[in-house]
């Protein structure tokens, strides 16, 4: 049955067997999910409606997105459903901001709180600016990545923008 997961998968949900579909979710987040098969895996869950499977998907690509994003199921999702591309770059960069923006933040209170009493407003506002300062780097990040992807579906060669 492991062999056919994926094939079984699609079947559970096309002729609406759901105890095949639920068995067919369990054994792919027993560890049969991949670097080389995640991004498929993504597709067919969301074709699927498994969405806890979609989660999971993409958690591991968030995580580990550096050598998933080198695959070739992720330049063939690349090619074919270039949304889900930009949908998946976001993520990645929201989840860098994210982590950034707590990190910033314990940092700064953890300043403001060794600085004690005397310039407490101050480091908090030094906190802000840096956590203001990394969100718009998010943001120009993603506008990076949407015009290195137009260069690149154009066919003009690499993106003359290196801000990243």
């Known amino acids: 049955m492991k062999k056919f997961v994926l094939h079984l998968l699609v079947l ?3 002729y609406s067997v759901p105890s095949l579909k639920r068995v067919c979710i369990y054994i792919l987040e027993q560890g049969w999910i991949t670097k080389e098969n995640v991004v498929d895996v993504l597709q067919l869950a969301r074709n699927c409606d498994a969405p806890r499977l979609s989660l999971i998907c993409v958690r591991m690509i968030v995580k580990d997105f550096k050598a998933i994003s080198s695959t070739e199921g992720w330049k063939v999702m690349r090619r074919v459903n270039p949304a889900l591309e930009q949908e998946l770059l976001e993520f990645v960069v929201e989840a860098d901001s994210v982590s950034s923006f707590f990190f910033l933040f314990q940092i700064s209170y953890l300043t403001s709180v060794f600085v004690g009493g005397r ?10 600016e840096m956590i203001s300062h990394l969100i718009l780097r998010s943001w120009i990040q993603i506008f990076v990545l949407e015009e290195r992807r137009e260069v690149e579906e154009k066919g003009r060669g690499k993106s003359v923008l290196a801000i990243v």
């Open 12 to 14: 559970s949900h096309s």
């Open 119 to 128: 310039n407490k407003k101050n480091t908090c506002m030094l906190g802000f």
